[in-house]
């Protein structure tokens, strides 16, 4: 029993370290994903309010009053305009530049009369002769976001709009959510932050600022550098784990850091348990030896100990049987509760993959439709609205599409000309294709080809896989993507890239798995992508390239034919 007890404190320990190295290593990696899921949205919002703000200027420059201000030089109403066009933009500041640089027309008052003839927005402007982005710092401290644009009739260049972005409340927004944030330009320089200290510092000098640590902080330091793997950096003092995002904007990155507090508190809560179990093995291994030497004595006094004894062996073990069942129980509910979590997790990480696109559209023909009203231009302002309505209705369908995570959904499935639904997938991929040249080529059949399906969920597949396509061509030099629908047996269409092609095709249709570098993509798109060709019958594979570059993806689906019969329609090459 000595050396069972000195064993038992051998393994506690061996247990005890094990659990520590395991147990951290496999919560920082969830640490460090939820961390990139955050990237990626704060990322996205960046993007979003850029966009947003990119195509005012453009809008500006063609107004006919700024024009006619300009030529004129009666700028008496031009300052109520541009507050006007601020407050439905929803943009920081607007300013008019005169030829020479002079503000002749702003939303700040304050700013009339100034000139920034040497300003590099102003310079940049009049080189470019189109929308030019520019971050300067600003006179109030930190750094100033501006769109600006050449405004000239058909004779000569009259001035320069400039648009202001704030990008402070996207800060301010992070700031209560992550430990820390910051945003390089392509320089390396913090543009953005939570941390007012970094700001104009090259990231390697910020994360230098450390402030003189206390005794009990230089104590929980060498625990943490004791219990965690080493440190990506340090953040006040504390150890903190870093990710880092590219931002697809002028070489743009984003930095996450987040702290290990989380990830000890978890771990030594485990730890306390286990190392509670141990104490109580230790505390019945001494139990055992007292009563073992307390039953020889009363062995020879009476033989009835050994009934007692035998009676107090049973009722411990019917108690610790009855522990057991009771720590079964709760094991068994907290794997339930764990289940419903990761359950929660990926339908919500669907929901958003989904929901991404329509949302990035809707903003920027609201921003359209808006500029077009206030030109009185309401036939063309129509035309924006109803492709909003058409997004709204389609975000609608997206959701009610939550249900199929429950049981299969047959209720919306009706026969789909594939032809119409791809063409819809193009034009819903029409920001991301004006974003970057990419040559499409369609190989499509010049009669319809009908299929039996739910019309929003084949649309989500195929601006997934055109979404994939566009994102694998990102390094080539000539983009292009080859789109084709053959009809044989069924209806195949195929969607081929240029790109590098994927390097494991066993895992591209398993859920989280993603070629992609961290905070571009959650891995989800595929695997809900083969799931929803495989309700309406049909197949999606992949595979790369054969004579050539790229991957192709092919997806397979029953010809609708209500007759019974199968036509072969000639292709039209396009």
Request: charged residues 25%; glycine residues 6%; hydrophobic residues 45%.
């Amino acid at each position: 029993m000595r050396a069972a007890l000195v064993a038992l404190l051998v393994l506690a320990g061996v247990v005890l370290w094990a659990t520590n190295t395991w147990l951290s290593e496999r919560f920082s990696e969830n640490t460090r994903v939820r961390a990139e899921l955050r990237a990626t949205l704060y990322s996205g919002q960046l993007q979003s309010e850029l966009q947003r703000n990119s195509v005012v200027p453009m809008m500006l420059a063609r107004d006919p009053a700024l024009i006619s201000a300009l030529s004129s030089g009666d700028f008496a109403t031009t300052s109520a305009r541009l507050i006007t066009a601020q407050k439905d933009i929803g943009a920081a500041s607007i300013r008019l530049l005169d030829a020479s640089g002079r503000t002749v027309a702003a939303t700040d008052r304050q700013l009339l009369g100034t000139n920034y003839v040497g300003a590099p927005y102003f310079v940049d402007a009049m080189r470019a002769r189109d929308t030019v982005f520019t971050v300067a710092p600003s006179e109030h401290g930190g750094f100033e976001f501006v769109y600006s644009r050449v405004i000239a009739d058909s004779t000569r260049t009259l001035g320069v709009i400039v648009v202001g972005t704030d990008l402070t409340r996207l800060e301010q927004s992070w700031a209560g959510i992550s430990d820390a944030v910051a945003v390089t330009d392509s320089t390396g320089q913090v543009i953005l932050t939570t941390e007012g200290r970094w700001r104009s510092l090259p990231l390697d000098e910020a994360l230098a600022i450390r402030p003189a640590p206390s005794a009990i902080e230089r104590a929980f330091q060498v625990t943490t550098d004791w219990s965690n793997t080493p440190a990506d950096a340090w953040v006040k003092g504390r150890a903190v784990m870093q990710t880092e995002t590219r931002i697809p904007f002028r070489g743009w990155r984003m930095y996450n850091f987040t702290t290990y507090e989380s990830i000890r508190e978890r771990v030594f809560a485990v730890l306390a348990m286990e190392a509670t179990v141990f104490a109580v093995l230790a505390a019945a291994v001494f139990y055992v030896l007292s009563r073992r030497a307390q039953r020889r004595t009363v062995a020879y006094m009476r033989e009835s100990a050994d009934l007692r004894a035998l009676n107090a062996r049973l009722t411990r073990e019917i108690a610790e049987r009855e522990r057991v069942q009771r720590e079964l129980r709760v094991a068994e509910q907290t794997v339930q509760q764990s289940s419903k979590l990761a359950a929660l997790g990926e339908m919500s990480a669907g929901v958003s993959h989904e929901l991404n696109q329509p949302l990035a559209a809707m903003k920027t023909y609201l921003a359209g439709a808006r500029l077009l009203l206030d030109r009185g231009r309401s036939d063309e302002a129509l035309s924006s609205f109803q492709r909003i309505d058409d997004l709204v209705d389609r975000m609608g369908s997206i959701t009610r599409q939550l249900k199929s995570y429950a049981r299969k959904g047959g209720e919306a499935f009706e026969p789909v000309d594939l032809r119409a639904a791809l063409s819809s997938a193009l034009t819903m991929m029409e920001p991301q294709l004006r974003a970057r040249p990419v040559r499409i080529i369609r190989n499509l059949p010049r009669k319809p080809v009908m299929v039996y399906c739910d019309r929003i969920r084949l649309e989500q597949v195929l601006i997934n896989l055109l979404r994939n396509a566009i994102d694998a061509t990102k390094t080539v030099k000539d983009p292009r993507i080859e789109i084709g629908i053959e009809t044989g047996a069924q209806a195949v269409v195929t969607v081929r890239d240029n790109g590098p092609g994927v390097s494991d095709l066993d895992k591209l249709f398993e859920p989280f798995f993603t070629t992609k570098k961290p905070g571009e993509g959650t891995g989800l798109g595929l695997a809900i992508s083969s799931g929803i060709v495989a309700d309406f019958g049909g197949r999606l594979t992949a595979h790369n390239a054969e004579d050539g570059p790229g991957a192709v993806f092919e997806m397979a689906l029953p010809i609708y034919d209500p007759d019974g019969g199968r036509a072969d329609a000639p292709l039209a090459a396009e």
